[in-house]
């Protein structure tokens, strides 16, 4: 089969690669219909992401259809259209007990991480019974791959770690996929205020046809002054939202916080960050940071099979599978081509 494998740092190659086989009797193989990249995908070639190594198939998110199943599979059959999740779970583990399905000892991020993942023809699914979602025939497969990943990890590490409640004032400092996750998922808690910051404008643009209320351009440096002039008395934001994962945009947040409220992490940080403690422990603020359990799936794909969700609608670019080298090209350049996620279909 085709597959999208790992270089090293900076590199990567669309080749020729065996195709998965049943390993264990709880695998599933799964013919893939449509994947995507990740944000952590380009952290990953950035060489942010250490363990993984030279020959790993990258991706984690994708829908397909199971052509194999192992001798333990049981809410499964082959033919079914299934979404398939960004963390495995083995679901009898303490941490999958607890629904930290990201921290499952036999499990987590691991596809396209430290096993072989989704940017290929096929895929295998460890624990297929609790790491995949049975697809609805009345919903689009397109709006179905954006639940494998940003749009539980946008409301998960963003809006509940946040704790946004009725008639806050939020700020969510980047409007890539993850940002746009997040304020998608935001409103079902009813803010009074979205203000969306970014460099560009045309993201910018789209955040608002999404629900921000007010947008910040932050090219000009002067991002920190811009949000206290739209809060009410100066005072600062109630939950501040990181989906870039860098310095300056960590230290945003530090600063737009108000007493009491909430920063929370969603951006992948390939370096240290400053963490004003001396000023902030005086102001009861909570800081939390996290990697997705996707424990909110089912209650996303409820929400998206009655439109109150579409997340399909930040899909800017399409291509075959087999030009996803040029698919990554645009969305290393999102800024220059105007893209928010990409999608590939293996027809």
Known sequence: MKALVYRGPGKKEWTDVPKPA??????????????????????????????????????????????????????????DKVLISCITSCGKCDNCKKGLYAHCEDGGWILGHLIDGTQ?????????????????????????????DILPTGFEIGVLNGRVKPGDTIAIIGAGPVGLSALLTSQFYSPAEIIMVDLDDNRLEIAKQFGATKVVNSSDGKAIQSVFSLTDGGKGVDVAIE??????????????????????????????????????????????????????????????????????????????????????????????EQAIKVIFSND
Not at 22 to 41: F, L, R, Y
Not at 51 to 56: E, F, I
Not at 70 to 78: A, E, H, I, L, R
Not at 127 to 137: C, F, H, K, N, R
């Open 22 to 79: 049943i390993e264990k009797p709880t695998d599933a193989i799964i013919k893939i219909v449509k994947t995507t990249i990740c944000g952590s995908d380009l952290h990953i070639l950035k060489g942010d992401v250490p363990a993984v190594t030279d020959g790993r198939i990258l991706g984690h998110e994708g829908v397909g259809i199971i052509e194999e199943i192992g001798s333990g599979v049981q809410n499964f059959k082959v033919g």
């Open 120 to 148: 290929a023809e096929y895929v295998r699914i460890p624990y297929a019974d609790t790491s995949l979602y049975p697809v609805p025939s009345s919903v689009d497969d397109e709006a179905m791959v954006m639940l494998s």
């Open 243 to 336: 989906a870039v994962g860098i310095p300056a945009t960590f230290d945003i947040c530090q600063e737009i916080i108000k007493p009491g409220g909430n920063i929370a992490n969603i951006g992948v940080h390939g370096k240290s960050v400053e963490f004003h403690i001396e000023k902030l422990w005086i102001h009861n603020i909570t800081l939390t940071t996290g990697l997705v359990s996707t424990n909110s799936t089912p209650m996303l794909l409820k929400s998206v099979v009655s439109n109150k969700l579409e997340p399909q609608k930040l899909i800017t670019h399409r291509f075959p599978l087999d030009d996803i080298m040029k698919g990554y090209d645009v969305f290393a350049n999102a800024a220059k």
